[in-house]
């Protein structure tokens, strides 16, 4: 979002970022991290409805994804909180 301040009459309105460039670059690695979890996460099902599939119960899907679900999330959490030391 943009924020927009009027200055005296006359003057021009000045647009500022809300955020830096370092808070959308550790959003931008949320995202992936958070795509990649959810890639993780999907398939591992069976075509036949009668044939019980293991492959639903490997260690990428029941703990490597949600692990980086979990660490996507708490990094956008962390690129919305960051601020500057300037």
Known sequence: MAKVTNKAEGE???????????NYIIMLVGVVLLALGYLLLCGGGSDDPNVFNTEMFNAR????????????????????????KK
């Not at 021009?12 to 370092?22: A, G, L, R, W």
């Not at 899907?61 to 500057?84: H, W």
């Open 12 to 22: 021009k309105n000045e647009f500022t970022f809300v955020f830096s460039k370092v």
């Open 61 to 84: 899907r029941l703990y490597v994804s949600p692990v980086l679900i979990t660490l996507g999330f708490v990094t956008e959490i962390v690129a919305i909180m960051y601020k500057d």
